[in-house]
């Protein structure tokens, strides 16, 4: 087994709709590539898009995010908040609470460790 890997493009996804529930504005599409996967460090790499809206949040895996294209906010419960374009990249940890907010279309590459 080699430790280094190529991940794929990124193919087609379908398009889910964000569940009404956590849903505060707007019509909130998203769609999710697993381009890699470590089950057993519960390790996963991949890409996701949405379209604009907010809807809220809750973690309970540690994220790691650069944002590819697009404009979001992401709000804390407690106050925290960061404005994203393409090139940012910030963390979210286990146990955040908020608001995400898409403001225009927007596509990310991520990394989650449950």
């Known amino acids: 087994m080699s430790g280094l890997k190529r991940l794929p493009p990124a193919g087609g996804a379908p398009w889910e709709d964000m569940p009404a529930e956590k849903v505060l504005c707007g019509t909130p599409r ?8 470590n089950l057993p460090d519960r390790l996963y790499a991949g ?3 949405a379209t604009p809206g907010k809807w809220r949040i809750s973690y309970a895996e540690w994220e790691y995010m650069e944002v590819i ?3 979001c906010v992401i ?3 407690g106050g925290e908040r960061i404005e994203a374009g393409p090139g940012d990249r910030f963390v979210i940890e286990p146990g955040f609470t ?3 907010e898409v403001l225009s279309p927007m596509r990310k590459s991520w990394v ?3």
């Open 30 to 37: 998203t769609r999710t590539w697993v381009l890699y996967e």
């Open 69 to 71: 294209s697009g404009a």
């Open 98 to 100: 908020g608001t995400w």
């Open 112 to 114: 989650i460790r449950e």
């Open 47 to 49: 890409e996701w898009e």
């Open 75 to 77: 709000e804390g419960d």
